[in-house]
């Protein structure tokens, strides 16, 4: 059987999916809703010297990771699709729709933060006038502050009900700082609502596509590979979405200000949690990776260098980072 599956000629579910990494078609597959993802051109991007960004790899290797470490993560599989218009065939990743056909609704962050109470109106604009200015250097302006999401964990019902979610919160960030993923965006995790139940419940994991790196061509990942100092540097400065004190800081500084700022209290308990399924899973993480087939008719999968540089930043960062927190 092919590893690869062919997702050109699926029919198409007519649903649309948001989101700014890339092109997307919602198709039905084996009877259920999918959506496809499609690399992003680069032509608009600084410094990158590939011409599509290798993000559905990402988003295979992300979402499986989660799921050796047993979370509810959105189940993913890489496939081909043929541009036909210009005879292309591209490699995709198509990613099931956890909405259950729609029978469920999708609400994220976004929308739970918003979430009014008395308690949370007084809270948040307190927050807000004890916050320095934002300090953006330029970087993103979706940026969301950790003091208001802890804020939110406290007043907010929806997490006040949900304690499981709070957990999940602080783990999926250390897992995201294991395989560098800096876009957990606003749009990128919350909550499932059972409108025939009423209830919410934390939504499975869902786009891992800015996990590792995603406009690295392989002579770039060779020259890091190549120097340990500099692969360090470039294993340990990936950039955390959240913010400290209004500033975004890279996932080493994030942590370190967070302690800081006793800001970490529910992040012992996931640490020790986390450190311990990455050690009992980190031989079958190794393997995942290792044993994935470098191409397929023509089309490149991953390249070995692409399968060292995951693992061996990977490492360095689960040692020289997420151990010593
Ligand atoms: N498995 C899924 N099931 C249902 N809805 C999903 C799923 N994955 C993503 N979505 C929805 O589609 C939107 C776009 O998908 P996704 O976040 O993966 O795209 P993206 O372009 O990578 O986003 P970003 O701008 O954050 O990089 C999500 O914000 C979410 O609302
Ligand atoms: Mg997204």
């Known amino acids: 059987m092919s590893f690869l599956m062919d997702f050109t000629k699926l029919p198409q579910s007519n649903l649309?999916?948001?989101g700014n990494a890339g092109l997307k078609r919602g198709v039905i597959w084996n009877g259920s809703h999918w959506l496809i993802k499609f690399p992003q051109e680069t032509s608009t991007f600084d410094k990158v010297d590939i011409s599509f960004t290798t993000s559905p790899l990402s988003e295979y290797v992300g979402s499986h990771i989660f799921e050796i470490l047993g979370y509810n993560v959105h189940k993913a599989s890489l496939g081909i699709f043929n541009n036909e218009k210009i005879n292309r065939k591209q490699l995709v990743v198509a990613c099931q729709d956890f909405t259950n056909n729609g029978r469920l609704k999708l609400i994220d962050y976004e929308a739970i933060k918003n979430n009014y109470s008395d308690g949370l109106q007084i809270k948040l604009s307190e927050l807000k006038m004890s916050l320095p200015e934002y300090k953006s250097k330029g970087i993103s302006s979706h940026t969301v502050p950790i003091e208001e999401i802890i804020l939110q964990f406290k007043e907010n019902s929806i997490f006040i009900n949900n304690p499981e979610s709070q957990k999940l919160f602080w783990e999926v960030l250390i897992i995201d700082c294991l395989i560098n993923n800096n876009d957990r965006n606003k749009n990128n995790w919350?909550?499932?609502?059972?409108?025939?139940?009423?209830?919410?419940?934390?939504?499975p994991i869902y786009d891992n596509g800015a996990s590792f790196v995603s406009k690295h061509s392989d002579e770039k990942l060779l020259k890091l590979l190549s120097d340990q100092s500099a692969l360090e540097n470039s294993a340990l400065n990936g950039m955390c979405y959240y913010t400290v004190n209004n500033e975004l800081l890279n996932f080493r500084n994030f942590f370190r200000k967070l302690k800081e700022n006793h800001l970490d209290e529910q992040l012992k308990a996931a640490l020790q949690s986390v450190v311990s399924k990455i050690t009992t899973k980190w031989a079958d993480i190794k393997s995942f990776i290792?044993?994935?087939?470098?191409?397929?008719?023509?089309?490149?999968?991953?390249?070995?260098?692409?399968?060292?540089?995951?693992?061996?930043?990977?490492?360095?960062?689960f040692e020289k980072l997420i151990k010593t927190l």
Do not use: H, V, W
Request: aromatic residues 14%; proline residues 7%; negative net charge.
């Open 190 to 203: 919350g909550f499932l609502y059972d409108p025939s139940l009423n209830t919410y419940s934390p939504a």
């Open 16 to 18: 649309l999916y948001g």
């Open 290 to 317: 290792n044993d994935l087939p470098c191409e397929e008719n023509g089309i490149r999968i991953i390249s070995d260098i692409q399968k060292q540089f995951f693992i061996k930043t990977m490492e360095i960062r």
